[in-house]
């Protein structure tokens, strides 16, 4: 079947410093959604991405996806305590993928940041 | 957020025994889900619905069942809880018209099974 698999999946850094977490699947993707949750919360959905090669820019936080479908990454410039929580990417393929009506949407295991002040 | 409720926020029971957890939606949206989450494997998919009484599963349903009788109402059934289903269950919806739509999370139900 389908995985994501995400690194890092700890990430400690100094107040200021950038973080990269990375998310790649073993199959073609239609599209990929980042969620965050902060400690003891839910995850919430940050962005989705959909076509080859595509970045896209929300504040501090860069996120591409890669010209074959297969990968992306989320970026974050100069981190704050603010950033701290779990950053996840969810890959899901196609409608005919998995021959039902619902795309499968397949989540990595998750990059923890902690932000250092 | 997005109107979604998860009953109980939190729930201790004993091995062996049957449990309940309720999503409840007050936006008539099509798609529901519930997930659960444990450290080092991220969110997995236990069972989704795309409509009134229409229902499959997802990649760890072993062990759980749902129903969904009304479009505001999914409900996710441990028929008999063990150990390993401690865990956080989330339920999702989609609020989008298309399948592709991103998902938008309840708060939670902490389940420990003892």
């Known amino acids: 079947g389908q995985q994501v698999m995400q690194i890092p999946q700890y990430q400690h850094v100094q107040e200021g410093e950038d973080f990269t977490t990375y998310c790649n699947s073993s199959?073609?993707?239609?599209?990929i959604q980042w969620y965050k949750q902060r400690p003891g919360g839910h995850p919430v959905f940050l962005i989705q991405?959909?076509?080859?090669?595509e970045v896209k820019k929300q504040k501090r936080l860069t996120f591409q996806f890669g010209e074959a479908k297969k990968n992306s990454s989320l970026h974050i410039t100069a981190t704050q305590t603010t950033d701290v929580g779990t950053y996840f990417c969810?890959?899901?393929?196609?409608?005919?993928?998995?021959?039902?009506?619902?795309?499968?949407?397949?989540f990595g295991q998750g990059t923890i940041l902690t932000v250092h002040p | 957020d997005a109107g979604i409720t998860q009953s109980p926020r939190h729930k201790v029971t004993e091995t062996g025994t049957p449990v309940t957890l309720r999503c409840h939606q007050t936006?008539?949206?099509?798609?529901m889900y519930w997930y659960r989450q444990d450290p080092g494997h991220g969110l997995r998919l236990i069972h989704y619905?795309?409509?009134?009484?229409?229902?499959d599963k997802g990649e760890v349903s072993d062990g759980y069942s749902v129903s969904r009788s009304k479009t505001e109402d999914f409900l996710l059934t441990l028929e008999s809880a063990t150990s390993s289903q401690t865990s956080v269950y989330f339920c999702?919806?989609?609020?989008?018209?298309?399948?592709?739509?991103?998902?938008?999370f309840g708060n939670g139900t902490r389940l420990t099974v003892t």
């Open positions: 999702a919806i989609s609020p989008g018209a298309n399948w592709n739509s991103p998902l938008h």
């Open positions: 199959t073609t993707l239609s599209n």
């Open positions: 991405l959909v076509k080859s090669g």
């Open positions: 969810a890959g899901q393929r196609g409608l005919n993928a998995g021959g039902t009506s619902y795309g499968k949407l397949t």
């Open positions: 936006e008539n949206h099509r798609y």
């Open positions: 619905s795309y409509g009134v009484k229409d229902t």
